[in-house]
Structure formats: C-alpha cells, structure tokens
C-alpha cells in the first residue's frame, strides 16, 4: 500500500525575505520530496495586521494573526517557523516549545549568547523537534564535500579557509539602515554565523581562535543628517580546530565586488578542495596522485549523483538555487517532527556557533588567544 500522508499546520512568524522564501518552502516541500508530512499554510504574523494579511494574500496562508502570541497559541498551528528579527526569537521559541509546537528558527539563533543558551534549554526541557537555519550549507555541493572529507579523499586536513563577505554596504555613502545599529545586526551577527557553521560542518569544533572585529565606514549618511554606525563592518579570525589543523575565517559587508562570497578552500595531504557560493553548483577537486605534469584541479558539476539534487532536477549540470536550499531546510525540519529524532543542525548548534562569536569578540577586545567554550 502507499505510504500514509498527514497534512501539518504551519504558522511562519515574518514575510519579509526570508519569511516569503520560508513560505514558497513550504508550499513546494511535499511535491519536490513527497515527504510523510504535508505543510498546510495555516497563519502567518508580521510586524502588524495589516502587514501580516498583505503577506497572507501574497503566500497562500489561511488565516492572518492579529500578533506572533495569537498565531503560536492557535490551535491548528502545529509547527513553528520563526523568520522575524533575532530580537524576538527568544520570546516566541520558548512560548511556541511552552506550547508544544516543533520551531524551526532563522540564524542567529538569538540576539545575544544568553538568548541562544535559553532557546536551548527550551528546547531540550520540552523536548520538541528544534532545528536552525544555516541554508548554504545544505547545497548538493558541500553536502558532497562532507562526504569526500569523511571518506579521506584529500586525506588528513591540515588547513581551511573560509569566507561569508558581500558588498551591500561597500559604499561609504550608501545611507544607513537597521543593520547599522545593534551588535547583532552587524557582520559578525549576520553573515558570520553561515561560515562558522560550514566550517564547523566540515572540519568539526574550533577549539581556539584570535580575532581582530573593526568597523570601516564609522559614520554614513541618514535621513536627518550623518549617523554614527555602533556595529562592525568586517572581522576575521585565527582559528585551531579540535582535529588539529589550523585555518582562518573573513566576514565582510564592505568587500567591494563580491555578491556572494560564502567560499571555502581545504588543503590536505593527499588534495585540496574548493568551492564558492558564487557558483554553488561545483566544487573544484584536486588530487595528489599521477604525474606533476597532468596533475590540476578539476571542476565537479552537482548532479543527480550528488546528496540532494535529483528529487529538483534529472539532468547534471542544470543546477539548483538558493530557494532549493530553503526547500531541503523544510523536508529535514519536517522529517525531525515525523521520526522525532533530531536533524542537525538542530538549536545546540545555533548556541555552539555563537559561543564562537562571543569568543571572537572577547578576543578582539583584549587582543589574545582564547578558547571556545564547549557544550
């Protein structure tokens, strides 16, 4: 007989960027992965009413919620996604788990280190499925490099190299906006915590670290005259991971020319790997092995032989995109609520990457080496 489907009510918390790619996410899950659970569009909330009906028209929800605590307390919201501002995450994970709802909730996890540690005692204390959205790891590609990595193909890893830099406020004129205010919405708040998890995912804990956090463009215009800009532009880091190799890792919002640099590269003893965001479907492979002379990186297209990239495409070469990331995100949040077993990167992770942050900046404060607190 066929398997059995169960339809799930879904209640998604922002329809801004994120909100609309969680939406169509949902929508598209059980056909691209003909998954057990079935994502209803139940409610969606915003920032007000009448924001959240516009958002309801636009994705297809049922029903609009007056604020986030009507939508969490509606009883045909069974899962929680939280796509809002990381000043709220705390507040609605620890309602939704107090409520018995799974939370799939937007990097960062919190807006500060005691938010993060919070949403995980929640989680554990309830019990409830619980995952993170660290997207750009989850692409066929460094999916598949997890995979050479654990087989040794490039053999022991002795250093990594790994950048999130994008050039939205290069411009030393662009007007200031939210995320010039709030440590959290600087770099190390917004585009660092991707490539710690990536390099946390493929090389495994950072055990130490030196950083160096500075802000480039310290004032930029505003609407009612120049605004002090009280976050950073750019930081970067030393890292030694548990395994022993070393590395380093660059995050920017000022790195003029770059649209997408979440890349990597990775020496061992026996090959390198590279891969950048920028062109999501290869990965560049280079083994040790044959004649100098013919020896040369090689480019690897994602195919239907790659983790997760057939159930959107049969041909090699033809790619997928950044919205199919968000796509695998919902079919592992609802294979966690199906099985009941965690499916990393669950919350834990979320805190483990911003006790790295917290490190960083403790470290560029005093200009010395520290040690990363584990779990």
């Known amino acids: 007989m066929p398997e059995q489907r169960k339809e799930i009510g879904i209640g998604l918390i922002g329809g801004g960027y994120m909100g609309k790619a969680h939406a169509v996410a949902f929508s598209a899950v059980g ?9 209803r569009l139940e409610v969606i909330a915003a920032g007000s009413p009448e924001s959240a009906e516009s958002y309801r028209r636009a994705f297809g929800f049922a029903r609009a919620a007056t604020d986030w605590q009507a939508l969490v307390a509606d009883p045909a919201v069974e899962a929680v ?33 005691a938010d993060a540690e919070a949403m995980v005692a929640a989680a554990e204390e309830a019990g409830l499925p619980n995952m993170i959205g660290f997207n750009y790891v989850r692409t066929p590609a460094t999916r598949f490099v997890r995979d050479l990595l654990a087989e040794g193909a490039i053999g022991d890893v ?20 939210w995320r010039c205010r709030g440590r959290a919405n600087g770099t190390m708040g917004d585009l660092a915590p991707h490539m710690i998890n990536c390099a946390r995912a493929l090389m495994g804990e950072i055990t130490t670290l030196s950083a160096q956090i500075e802000t480039v463009h310290p004032t930029r215009p505003g609407a009612d005259g120049p605004m ?11 890292v030694r991971f548990a395994n022993g190799a070393s590395g380093h890792l ?4 000022v790195a003029t020319g770059r649209k ?13 790997i590279r891969f950048d965001q920028e062109d999501q479907n290869a990965i560049w492979l280079y083994r040790a092995e044959g004649p100098e002379a013919t020896r040369g990186f090689t480019k690897i297209l994602t195919g239907p032989a790659h983790p997760d990239y057939l159930p959107f495409c049969q041909g090699p070469g033809h790619g997928t995109g950044y919205q199919d990331q968000i796509i695998i995100e919902a079919r592992d949040f609802l294979e966690a609520i199906a099985t009941g077993a965690p499916v990393w990167p669950t919350f834990r992770e979320g805190l483990a990457v911003a006790r790295v942050i917290e490190t960083a900046f403790a470290s560029a404060s005093d200009g010395r080496w520290h040690t990363v607190p584990q779990a």
């Not at 406020?169 to 200031?176: F, K, R, T, Y």
Request: aromatic share 12%; net charge negative; glycine share 8%.
């Open 81 to 113: 996604v939280i796509a809002s501002p990381q000043t709220t995450h705390r507040a609605i994970a620890e309602a939704a788990f107090a409520a018995g709802k799974p939370v799939f909730c937007e990097k960062p996890l919190g807006a500060s280190i």
């Open 260 to 272: 997408m640099g979440y890349a990597y590269e990775i020496h061992g003893t026996k090959g390198a």
């Open 31 to 39: 056909a691209v992965f003909d998954t057990a659970l079935r994502p």
């Open 250 to 253: 660059f995050f920017s919002r």
């Open 158 to 177: 002795v250093w990594f190299r790994g950048e999130h830099t994008e050039d939205f406020l290069a411009d030393a004129q662009a007007e200031a906006n």
């Open 228 to 238: 002090q800009v009280d976050n950073d532009d750019q930081g970067q880091m030393m």
